[in-house]
């Protein structure tokens, strides 16, 4: 029989919303080199690789697995290969997501809401998580007056079991200066964070908030209250790294040894949605812009409620958060903004009516300038990309 079109052994778990989103990148390139024969199954994080790899005379192999024995098998094989876990291994070429940008995220995230004590929950021996680990602390270091500290999850064992665990991650918690913002190598580990809070009695976000990383929008909804996480771009990542492999088998020119991939941002959800502040009349003026920054509300009118001079509030906003009040508002303001585009139909009119803006006019010179991209094309950007989805899950008929 003749062979037509290059053989793909695709290595990438099922299990977890990153795989799968790493998946349909692949898929999409997919679309444009149709003439693949590609092997793909149902795998969770860390099964190892099919024996039968080693004596496989395919040409391309994507893979996610930081083993030195399923890197060695695929080597064996005699085919491409680009790596999507975690380390590079044997001069593979590798692509993931930027740890630094996703730490720098987390860090501005609680920072911004007036965060100075915090810490971060990873595993003992994960490459990446002590990789996010590094990052995290290097951007926190420098903030004055800041304090960081970090617990490292132990590999469950028969000594080591997950109740005896969670309770040192709660004893941990506890003795933590508060407010504490909380940075979880990812969204299982910022479940258990926020589990470990229950079990010390810890309010979430008041006491402790917390930011995973993944944005696995089930396990995000699942924990309690939700959590806030880090959104990869992992779609473009499965979509890189299939160009890239497709070169190799062509004969291409070897890739850089690392790709990074820089994340969309944070999606804020209750776990992290608080401003923690210690002078009162500055969390005075923030929860009440937060309450009436909708309804049209002025920072002298802000001012005013808090029994402050304009210029007295502006000086006490800087130096607790080192933004102004009016940047708060704006802030506040942009996130209805964007909300309400994502969620209704409305005109832009009344977007800007429920939003706080007396003109649609000067609401859209506003969200341009913050955000890159007028609201209509934000809107119509967002619409395709819930479209694309639907369609690769079967969801919408062509």
Not at 120 to 136: A, L, M, P, Q, W
Not at 322 to 330: D, M, V
Request: charged share 25%.
């Amino acid at each position: 029989m003749v062979r037509k079109g290059p053989h793909v052994a695709i290595f990438i778990e099922t299990s977890t919303a990153y795989g799968r989103g790493l998946l349909r990148g692949v898929a999409e390139y997919l679309k444009l080199h149709p003439t693949w024969s590609v092997y793909v199954d149902e795998r969770a994080l860390g099964d190892p690789v099919p024996p039968w790899l080693k004596n496989w005379r395919g040409d391309g192999i994507l893979i996610r697995d930081s083993s030195d024995r399923s890197m060695a098998i695929a080597k064996a094989s005699g085919a491409s290969i680009v790596n999507l876990g975690e380390q590079m291994i044997g001069g593979i070429p590798l692509i993931r997501s930027d740890d630094q940008i996703i730490s720098d995220q987390i860090a501005e995230h609680l920072s911004q809401r007036g965060f100075r004590n915090f810490g971060y929950v990873g595993f003992t021996d994960r490459n990446f998580s002590k990789s996010r680990e590094h990052c995290f602390q290097q951007m926190i270091g420098p903030q004055e007056g800041a304090t960081i500290a970090s617990f490292e999850v132990p590999d469950e064992t028969e000594e080591t079991t997950w109740e005896a665990s969670q309770n040192r991650l709660a004893e941990w918690l506890h003795r933590l200066p508060k407010p504490v913002g909380i940075m979880a190598c990812y969204d299982v580990m910022g479940f258990r964070v926020l589990d470990a809070c229950r079990r010390a009695g810890l309010s979430v976000p008041d006491e402790v908030a917390v930011v995973g990383v993944d944005n696995d929008a089930e396990l995000c909804a699942l924990s309690n209250p939700p959590l806030s996480s880090v959104e990869h771009r992992s779609e473009q990542i499965g979509f890189t790294a299939a160009e890239i492999l497709n070169e190799l088998m062509n004969g291409g020119p070897q890739p850089k040894p690392l790709t990074t991939v820089r994340p969309n941002g944070i999606v804020t959800r209750h776990s992290s949605d608080i401003i923690a502040i210690e002078d009162e009349k500055v969390a005075e003026a923030c929860r009440y812009i937060r309450q009436h920054a909708c309804d049209g509300i002025t920072v002298p009118e802000v001012a005013e409620h808090v029994a402050l001079s304009r210029r007295a509030l502006e000086r006490r906003f800087h130096n607790a958060l080192r933004r102004s009040p009016q940047s708060e508002l704006r802030r506040i303001q942009l996130d209805q903004v964007r909300r309400l585009l994502d969620e209704t139909d409305y005109k832009l009119s009344t977007i800007a009516k429920m939003s706080g803006f007396r003109y649609h006019e000067y609401m859209s010179k506003v969200f341009k300038e913050k955000m890159g991209i007028s609201p209509g094309s934000y809107r119509k950007s967002k619409r395709q990309q819930a479209q694309k989805a639907a369609t690769e899950q079967g969801l919408v008929q062509k």
